[in-house]
């Protein structure tokens, strides 16, 4: 769901996509008295947006991308020529790509509640917005929101730009919730869900692992029961949920290969109860680097949104995914820990035994969850093919 943590790893994303002359802009998109889910109402929504492509004639050529947990909006492309980092997304989306920007208009959008609020690239409504009712953050007073909220807030976005149709919706991770909860509450808007290590439920296991990320952010001192705006965040228990974040995205051998020092044996772990091993300080760093930039409380939230997901949002799987009408393709990754095969495997041999056109296939390779991410274009020519047909 889930991370681009690591230093590392953004620079082994690097060297396996192309350059990209593909120029974006992150623009805002705003609503007033957006209900909820749950039946609160938030006075003021704001989230960031950008685009790829052009929108035709007939507004028929639209695909969404949904992110993953701790991702943004930025999902192919780069805000200048020397922006050292392209969008996570980009060795399929562009000219020529998988998802064919000559030919389909690309929206992706930031979340409601995005991770990353002190990102100078991230435009999101959540806990650390102020409260225009009292001119302070919200805090915990902001209402719990679920994957229904991010989609609706999509769906009043594509709205604001004449869109009554998608050719596709398309994420990964969390993304991959959000796009089968379209194909659930909007049938009739969704042609086509792709679904990247993706699951249609959370089960009692996926809780229980989403939770063990929020515990270090609520053992901080300085977290105060979610009010620390304006004094100490609690960057510590942020950092360690990161850290856990991060271990759980990725398969042992990906870890073990750029670890390759590694010894159990290391003289200061040995001689200091109080001294790490050097590959709990990479990480550590590495985690503590990227917490700068995101926001405790949102993280609880996102966690939360995360445990309470179902598809269609009511009574149980097997009645949400009846109502989907997309076609629908399922890449989970083999090596996944987190959101592991068996999960994409159930919505696919549910909508299969509904009479629903699904497809499956497994995206290869030792970085877990993350070959969602960093290995994608493994099934480029199968993403392409799905689009087309």
Same mark, same amino acid.
């Given at each position: 769901?889930?991370?681009?943590?690591?230093?590392?790893?953004?620079?082994?994303?690097?060297?396996?996509?192309?350059?990209?002359?593909?120029?974006?802009?992150?623009?805002?998109?705003?609503?007033?008295?957006?209900?909820?889910?749950?039946?609160?109402?938030?006075?003021?929504?704001?989230?960031?947006?950008?685009?790829?492509?052009?929108?035709?004639?007939?507004?028929?050529?639209?695909?969404?991308?949904?992110?993953?947990?701790?991702?943004?909006?930025?999902?192919?492309?780069?805000?200048?020529p020397d922006d050292?980092?392209?969008?996570?997304?980009?060795?399929?989306?562009?000219?020529?790509?998988?998802?064919?920007?000559?030919?389909?208009?690309?929206?992706? !959008?930031?979340? $409601? *509640?995005?991770?990353?609020?002190?990102? =100078?690239?991230? %435009?999101?409504?959540?806990?650390?917005?102020?409260? /225009?009712?009292?001119?302070?953050?919200?805090?915990?007073?902001?209402?719990?929101?679920?994957?229904?909220?991010?989609?609706?807030?999509?769906?009043?976005?594509?709205?604001?730009?004449?869109?009554?149709?998608?050719?596709?919706?398309?994420?990964?991770?969390?993304?991959?919730?959000?796009?089968?909860?379209?194909?659930?509450?909007?049938?009739?808007?969704?042609?086509?869900?792709?679904?990247?290590?993706?699951?249609?439920?959370?089960?009692?296991?996926?809780?229980?692992?989403?939770?063990?990320?929020?515990?270090?952010?609520?053992?901080?001192?300085?977290?105060?029961?979610?009010?620390?705006?304006?004094?100490?965040?609690?960057?510590?228990?942020?950092?360690? !949920?990161?850290? $856990? *974040?991060?271990?759980?995205?990725?398969? =042992?051998?990906? %870890?073990?290969?750029?670890?390759?020092?590694?010894? /159990?044996?290391?003289?200061?772990?040995?001689?200091?109860?109080?001294?790490s091993h050097s590959?709990?300080?990479?990480?550590?760093?590495?985690?503590?680097?990227?917490?700068?930039?995101m926001d405790a409380?949102?993280?609880?939230?996102?966690?939360?949104?995360?445990?309470?997901?179902?598809?269609?949002?009511?009574?149980?799987?097997?009645?949400?995914?009846?109502?989907?009408?997309?076609?629908?393709?399922?890449?989970?990754?083999?090596?996944?820990?987190?959101?592991?095969?068996?999960?994409?495997?159930?919505?696919?041999?549910?909508?299969?035994?509904?009479?629903?056109?699904?497809?499956?296939?497994?995206?290869?390779?030792?970085?877990?969850?993350?070959?969602?991410?960093?290995?994608?274009?493994?099934?480029?020519?199968?993403?392409?093919?799905?689009?087309?047909?």
């Amino acid at each position: 769901m889930f991370l681009r943590v690591l230093g590392l790893l953004i620079c082994f994303h690097v060297s396996i996509v192309s350059a990209t002359e593909l120029l974006v802009e992150k623009q805002a998109f705003s609503i007033d008295n957006f209900a909820t889910f749950n039946g609160n109402v938030i006075e003021e929504v704001t989230v960031g947006w950008e685009s790829y492509g052009e929108l035709n004639e007939e507004k028929s050529n639209a695909i969404l991308i949904t992110h993953y947990f701790s991702g943004t909006s930025h999902a192919a492309g780069k805000y200048s020529p020397d922006d050292p980092q392209p969008g996570y997304w980009d060795a399929i989306i562009g000219p020529g790509k998988a998802i064919d920007t000559n030919k389909f208009f690309v929206i992706s !959008s930031d979340t $409601l *509640i995005n991770a990353g609020v002190h990102d =100078p690239n991230v %435009i999101t409504t959540g806990p650390a917005s102020i409260n /225009p009712a009292t001119g302070k953050p919200y805090g915990l007073n902001f209402p719990v929101v679920t994957i229904r909220d991010f989609v609706n807030v999509q769906k009043a976005l594509v709205e604001s730009l004449g869109i009554s149709k998608l050719h596709a919706v398309i994420g990964p991770s969390m993304g991959s919730m959000q796009a089968i909860e379209w194909a659930t509450a909007y049938p009739d808007w969704v042609e086509r869900m792709v679904s990247v290590i993706g699951m249609a439920q959370t089960d009692a296991w996926t809780t229980l692992a989403l939770e063990h990320w929020a515990l270090p952010i609520r053992l901080d001192p300085d977290w105060n029961n979610g009010n620390y705006y304006g004094s100490t965040p609690p960057l510590q228990g942020l950092t360690h !949920s990161l850290m $856990l *974040i991060t271990q759980q995205a990725l398969y =042992p051998d990906f %870890i073990n290969q750029i670890q390759p020092q590694h010894s /159990p044996l290391e003289q200061a772990p040995l001689n200091d109860i109080n001294a790490s091993h050097s590959a709990v300080q990479w990480l550590h760093v590495a985690a503590a680097q990227r917490a700068t930039i995101m926001d405790a409380n949102h993280i609880l939230y996102l966690v939360r949104a995360c445990q309470l997901f179902l598809a269609g949002h009511s009574g149980s799987l097997e009645e949400g995914l009846s109502k989907v009408k997309a076609k629908s393709l399922f890449l989970p990754a083999s090596s996944d820990l987190l959101l592991m095969p068996y999960m994409a495997r159930l919505a696919h041999d549910t909508l299969a035994r509904l009479g629903k056109s699904t497809q499956y296939a497994e995206i290869n390779g030792i970085q877990g969850h993350l070959d969602g991410v960093y290995q994608v274009q493994q099934q480029a020519e199968k993403i392409k093919q799905f689009l087309e047909n």
